[in-house]
């Protein structure tokens, strides 16, 4: 019953921030719908990833965005969309399909039989301590294991915040 009630407000934060003409409003809800992330991936027991979504997704983006709407117009300046609907629409509609297509031949969630169980989690769970030399399973998996994937995620967040800053810092006048 949870996750109906998840999934319900997930979709209704993601229409209310689509239909928003207030930019600032937009992006608090955009927050909501990051936080409401989190709790999503706390419900499927993978807390490093709620983690990384509440600090990164509902933290700093929501600084970023707020930023951004700071040194620009808060409301939504109207421009035609009858043309621009429908090749949005199309284009959704196919990444849609492609997202659905590329799921059919996963396995059942939380299957004991899917490959992951089989070949990578006994490895993490049997070798974590004595290839790592960490005691704590997770730990290891997040410094070691996906270490440069840290690092990438890192570094994409670092340069998108140097960016929003060069991008809206205020010119002195000389």
């Avoid at 934060?13 to 989190?38: F, T």
């Avoid at 509440?54 to 600084?63: C, H, K």
């Avoid at 707020?66 to 621009?84: C, L, M, P, Q, Y």
Wanted: charged share 15%; proline share 3%.
């Amino acid at each position: 019953m949870i996750d109906i009630l998840l999934l319900t407000l997930l979709v209704l934060c993601a229409l209310a921030a689509v239909e928003m003409k207030d930019l600032l409003s937009a992006g608090i809800v955009l927050s909501a719908y990051s936080l409401l992330m989190a709790v999503v991936w706390t419900q499927l027991n993978a807390v490093d990833v709620a983690f990384t979504e509440a600090s990164v997704g509902a933290g700093i983006t929501t600084v970023l965005l707020i930023a951004a709407i700071s040194r620009t117009d808060r409301r939504e300046v109207f421009v035609s969309r009858v043309r621009r609907e429908v090749p949005s629409l199309v284009l959704m509609l196919l990444t849609a399909a492609v997202l659905v297509y590329g799921t059919l031949d996963m396995p059942a969630f939380r299957d004991p039989g899917a490959p992951a169980n089989h070949h990578v989690a006994p490895r993490y769970v049997e070798g974590s301590e004595h290839e790592v030399g960490v005691v704590n399973m997770v730990t290891a998996i997040l410094a070691a294991y996906r270490g440069y994937d840290t690092l990438g995620e890192t570094t994409v967040i670092f340069t998108a915040g140097v960016s929003v800053i060069l991008l809206l810092r205020r010119r002195q006048r000389e």
